[in-house]
């Protein structure tokens, strides 16, 4: 999928007096500045500039390259809805649509997105969907703030291919509603509970008590564990997965509650000889693997150390200050498209070695932008 055919269904925003820079060479010069470590307007400008005949092997620049605050008016004025179609259609071509493939959901708050220091609340909350295994960014969906992130995260269910896939979410998505439209369109789901569902909670720990002192064996038979050790720490995760049954008063309007999952994970430090534990549940349409059930909570982590991490460490997205309109969901948008280019490119290294590379070496960027 070529880059003019990803990004064809955009319309220019701008009126026609002010057309003088093509509306692809802009977008072409700000995803290929992201690349190269650029951080800002003016960092984008100067990388056109000082790269501007490598520019013109792809894209025309019939009048060169576009001063920053052309940059960033066609940004803050373009569609981030129009823009984000475009991004999930291009992410479809590239996927692995591999069974049982696990997919992330999570909200990520753009600390110093806010419009005025008087007002913070305005910050960018954005949801994403990360598919783990494959390690790209799926969709990205602005959210009126954190409290109003279920909203996002079932307009991501709707717009996503998420057929034969398993679906992770934190507790603020662990919601009936949620896990009906996940089952409604063919995937599985695998969600935290916690104390927003306060009576499923309860009962779900005095189920796993119940079968430990009355029944042993079966908890033994669910149960999967597995030990790591790195970083001068051990740790332990034991993971035991139960059939849900009619002994449960509160589970009536979960569309395929098939299941609940423990996780007890215990930490032992070389260095201190200090150990602690914690444990945390789940529920799920999963049918009993708990090898499997252990390895898709895990992999949900993938979304915090290998998304979130990358953008706000790597790509400074954290300390980004910019604010105009839709600038700061549009660059939240390429940063994303930025970061899968790396990840299914045949370069090998880190994603911060790679974008250092990109800024220097020519080669090095023809082989990220081309696949």
């Avoid at 060169?64 to 179609?85: C, E, F, K, Y």
């Avoid at 999930?88 to 692995?96: A, C, G, K």
């Avoid at 953008?311 to 600038?327: C, G, H, M, P, Y």
Wanted: aromatic share 8%; glycine share 2%; proline share 2%.
């Amino acid at each position: 999928m070529t880059f003019e055919s990803t990004f064809s269904i955009i319309t220019d925003p701008r009126k026609d007096i002010n057309l003088k820079h093509d509306l692809l060479d802009i977008l072409f010069l700000v995803v290929t500045a992201l690349l190269s470590n650029a951080e800002g307007w003016v960092d984008i400008e100067e990388f056109g500039r000082t790269k501007e005949d490598w520019l013109k092997k792809y894209r025309p620049f019939k009048n060169g390259i576009p001063s920053h605050d052309t940059i960033a008016r066609v940004m803050s004025i373009l569609d981030p809805d129009t823009l984000n179609q475009c991004f999930i259609s291009w992410v479809n071509q590239i996927r692995d649509h591999q069974d049982l493939q696990i997919i992330a959901i999570d909200g990520k708050t753009l600390k110093h997105s806010y419009q005025s220091s008087t007002d913070k609340l305005s910050a960018l909350h954005s949801v994403s969907a990360y598919a783990t295994e494959q390690g790209i960014s799926l969709i990205q969906k602005k959210s009126h703030a954190k409290k109003n992130e279920v909203k996002a995260v079932l307009d991501i269910i709707d717009e996503l291919q998420i057929k034969k896939t398993v679906i992770t979410a934190d507790a603020m998505s662990c919601l009936d509603k949620v896990a009906d439209k996940i089952i409604k369109k063919g995937a599985d789901y695998v969600l935290q509970l916690k104390a927003n569902q306060a009576l499923l909670l309860r009962e779900t720990k005095a189920y796993f008590h119940k079968l430990r002192r009355d029944n042993p064996e079966l908890i033994e038979k669910n149960q999967y564990t597995e030990t790591t050790s790195e970083h001068g720490r051990v740790d332990t995760r034991q993971c035991t997965q139960l059939l849900v049954t009619d002994w449960f008063d509160h589970t009536d309007n979960w569309n395929k509650l098939t299941s609940v999952i423990q996780i007890q994970r215990t930490r032992y430090n070389k260095t201190t000889h200090k150990q602690t534990t914690e444990t945390a549940y789940y529920l799920s349409s999963l049918k009993i693997d708990p090898k499997l059930a252990n390895k898709t909570v895990r992999e949900h982590w993938r979304i915090e150390n290998s998304l979130h991490y990358v953008l706000d460490v790597t790509f400074k997205e954290d300390d980004s200050r910019i604010r105009l309109k839709n600038a700061t969901e549009n660059m939240a948008i390429l940063r994303r498209l930025a970061l899968n280019l790396i990840k299914i490119s045949d370069k090998k290294g880190s994603v911060k070695s790679i974008l250092k590379q990109c800024a220097w070496n020519d080669k090095v960027r023809d082989l990220i932008i081309m696949g």
